[in-house]
């Protein structure tokens, strides 16, 4: 029986896949905005020269870069660093490619191992709502301007062909190594080449402080996006939770670990935010009511999942979504009519607290069986008040000890419950609060989602935004970020990044192949900010005493105020931050 209902769920879950052969190299989109051919007339030959990670650089407009302009990264060892450069070019430019060399000081280096480049690749964008105060809602892609954007990274494709009147941006990632290095200056090249002749070479200089991040595994802040493993499996047209499923998904979550991330998203029941992305998240968690009346509880596929992502190295916490559903629909399997059924019912009714007390009681011990009850948390999105004490206190009746997350809005009434709690940017807990939270070991953090206009990470947002979020934690004393989506594609998303609802980008940061983005890449940056903030708070001379640079944080921080982003850019604030930050 066990076996026919796994097949009977996983042609369900199939049945709306419609079947697709992915390629690793791919064409973009055609250009919506035409070129300008007496933009041009200036450029007489190709232009590689280094640019700004700030700039989304226009495909269709020769890059404003000065060439012979140095590039010079400065890091602590450990730190993952990044650069952009520009081809524009006045003709065909075909089979280019691009070499990073080691980067060299005395006897020491980072090897061209620690390096990693990929041409900066165009998506299709929109912009936020016609009034410019966000980016939810229903929407239709004509009644919105449409445009090419420089957003994947696409390091899997090892050459490129670049047309005439038109811009290529390469990003360049460098990961300082935490052993076998010293501080100083190092010096290495980055290599242009068409059809394997060298066109163009770029000196690159790091300067390595003489400081240390941790491994991200280490990190203390807290980041938390949500995964999504149904989209990978519909892209790929792959069995949901096969060795095949697993292998496509591992350079994914394998980017997010490295960036520190620290928790798995599970869903414990079918579609936990009503089918809200292109991909719904169906049920880990086999739920079947048998013939004689009793209840049967399957976590196969929690089990895979869990363990998988762990072996990627996401080991800190597991958040299973929802008692408190979008709607508030459950669906199991019923053996007697042999059909999948529904039972509505809602927090507060003695049928709802039934229905749920017998999976949560045998969820507890499956996961004290597997050692995983301490870090496993109850999780539940935007809920009301009302909702979330009377669904707290069914949680507790089935065990005191369960742990209980929600991203949401603040309420003063839960606090004493949440072991991790986030809300929105917007909202503030208190620093006594914050205090509060972080000796009790909790977790308490902040969220952006559609409704900001800025700071945010759409695929059309300014990019210093993203590395935004990280300083603004460090600011507001919380343990880190929460996104809802890492993953949850579009039907084509390495073309176009829009959706029926909420603006372009919002509903992944990372692409198909293990792709890193500039938004993604510019938030690991902010995140090591709070790392370096939070070590420099720390820190003690060698008599034990702190080194107080308590005010000198506070100074560099004062100016991030998410009131004034449009007056004062976020790269403005960001640049002069980082720059004082990198006098320590």
């Known amino acids: 029986m066990k076996k026919l209902f796994l097949m009977a769920a996983l042609m369900l879950s199939l049945s709306n896949v419609k079947a697709q052969q992915v390629s690793e ?112 809602g229903f929407r239709k892609k004509e009644d919105f301007d449409s445009t090419l954007v420089a957003d994947v990274i696409d390091h899997i494709t090892p050459t490129l062909d670049i047309k005439a009147n038109s811009t290529q941006p390469v990003w360049v990632s460098v990961k300082v190594p935490r052993e076998n290095i010293i501080k100083g200056m190092y010096r290495g090249t980055v290599t242009v080449k068409e059809d394997g002749k060298v066109v163009a070479e770029l000196p690159l200089t790091v300067t390595v402080k003489n400081r240390m991040l941790p491994e991200p595994k280490d990190w203390a802040f807290h980041l938390d996006l949500w995964q999504n493993p149904y989209a990978v499996s519909r892209y790929y047209n792959v069995e949901p939770f096969s060795q095949e499923h697993f292998d496509l998904m591992r350079p994914i979550m394998k980017r997010y670990a490295d960036a520190g991330g620290k928790v798995i998203t599970a869903s414990i029941m079918h579609k936990p935010w009503n089918g809200q992305t292109y991909d719904p998240f169906e049920s880990m968690v086999t739920w079947m009511k048998k013939a004689d009346g009793t209840w049967w509880f399957d976590y196969t596929v929690f089990d895979k999942w869990v363990e998988f992502m762990m072996s990627c190295g996401v080991t800190k916490e597991i958040n299973c979504y929802s008692m408190v559903p979008w709607r508030l629909s459950f669906q199991y399997f019923d053996q007697a009519s042999n059909q999948f059924k529904f039972f509505n019912g809602k927090p507060g009714e003695p049928a709802y607290e039934e229905f749920w007390m017998r999976m949560l009681k045998s969820f507890a011990q499956h996961l004290k069986e597997k050692g995983w009850f301490e870090i496993t948390h109850i999780a539940m999105d935007e809920r009301p008040l009302k909702d979330m004490l009377a669904t707290i206190d069914v949680v507790y009746k089935a065990d005191p000890d369960f742990k209980l997350s929600l991203a949401g ?29 972080k000796a009790e070991g909790k977790v308490t953090t902040y969220y952006t989602c559609c409704t900001e206009p800025r700071p945010n990470t759409f695929t059309f947002s300014p990019l210093a935004e993203a590395e935004w979020l990280g300083w603004w934690a460090a600011k507001i004393n ?34 198909p192949g293990g792709r890193t983005c500039t938004r993604f890449e510019r938030l690991i940056e902010g995140i090591q900010a709070y790392e370096k903030i ?50 320590f």
């Open 25 to 136: 190299i791919y064409e973009e989109l055609p250009n919506p905005v035409a070129t300008d051919a007496s933009k041009w007339t200036r450029v007489t030959n190709p232009v590689i020269a280094w640019g700004s990670t700030d700039v989304r650089y226009n495909k269709e407009l020769p890059a404003q870069v000065t060439p012979g302009t140095p590039m010079n990264l400065i890091g602590w060892m450990g730190e993952k660093l990044s650069a952009q450069f520009v081809i524009s070019t006045n003709r065909d430019m075909k089979n280019v490619s691009v070499e990073v060399s080691d980067i060299v000081a005395k006897n020491y280096k980072i090897s061209k191992w620690n390096t990693e480049r990929g041409f900066v690749r165009y998506v299709m964008t929109d912009e936020l709502n016609k009034d410019g105060k966000g980016a939810c």
């Open 534 to 583: 939070r070590i420099l708070r720390n820190e003690k001379d060698k008599r034990g005493r702190s080194k107080n640079y308590g005010k000198q944080i506070d100074k560099i921080l004062e100016p991030f105020n998410e009131f004034n982003l449009v007056e004062v850019p976020a790269e403005k604030v960001v640049n002069k931050a980082k720059a004082a930050l990198n006098k």
């Open 478 to 511: 919380v343990d880190g970020y929460l996104r809802w989506a890492l993953n949850s594609w579009v039907k084509d998303p390495l073309l176009d990044s829009r959706f029926t609802a909420w603006a372009a980008g919002d509903t992944y940061i990372l692409y």
């Open 409 to 437: 809005t603040y309420h003063k009434e839960l606090l004493e419950h949440l072991d991790d709690y986030c809300i929105t940017l917007a909202e503030k807990f208190t620093p006594e609060e914050i205090a509060k939270r």
